[in-house]
C-alpha cells in the first residue's frame, strides 16, 4: 500500500509560482513512478508530469514553465509551477505506480493504483 498526501495550492494570480508537494509512505516498490494529474472544471484528469528512475516527462502545455523533483530523504515529489495562466486552475493529485515511469503513461491516469486526495490550484487576475 502507498499513502500519498498533497499540499501546497492556493489562490494566485496570472503569472504568479506555486509549489506543491507530495509526501509519500508505504511501500517503496509500489511508486517507482510518482505523477502529478489535474482536473479542471468540466474537464477530464490529465497528465502534468511524471519522475522516476532519474527521468521526467512533461505534458507539452507545462515545459518550460512547470517542473518536477523529489527528495527522497524526505520521501517528497516536488511540482514547482511558474509562469501560471488561468487554464491550469484545477485540483491537482499526486499518483504513483509500481512500474517505471514511461511518457505513454502520462496521459494514462488510469494506469497509476494510488492517488492522493488533491490540492486546490486557482490562477484569475
Known amino acids: 500500500q502507498v499513502q500519498l498526501v498533497e499540499s501546497g495550492g492556493d489562490s494566485v494570480e496570472i503569472g504568479g509560482s506555486l509549489r506543491l508537494s507530495c509526501v509519500a509512505s508505504?511501500?517503496?516498490?509500489?511508486?517507482?513512478?510518482i505523477g502529478w494529474f489535474r482536473q479542471g472544471p468540466g474537464k477530464e484528469r490529465e497528465g502534468v508530469a511524471l519522475i522516476g528512475g532519474g527521468v521526467t516527462y512533461y505534458v507539452d502545455s507545462v515545459k518550460g514553465r512547470f517542473i518536477i523533483s523529489h527528495n527522497n530523504a524526505k520521501n517528497t515529489v516536488y511540482l514547482q509551477m511558474n509562469d501560471l495562466k488561468p487554464e491550469d486552475t484545477a485540483l491537482y493529485y499526486c499518483?504513483?505506480?509500481?512500474?517505471?515511469?514511461?511518457?505513454?503513461?502520462?496521459?494514462?491516469?488510469?494506469?497509476?493504483?494510488?492517488w492522493g486526495q488533491g490540492t486546490q490550484v486557482s490562477v484569475s487576475n
Open positions: 499518483a504513483a505506480r509500481r512500474a517505471p515511469c514511461g511518457n505513454y503513461y502520462i496521459s494514462r491516469p488510469g494506469e497509476f493504483a494510488y
Open positions: 508505504g511501500d517503496t516498490d509500489s511508486r517507482r513512478c
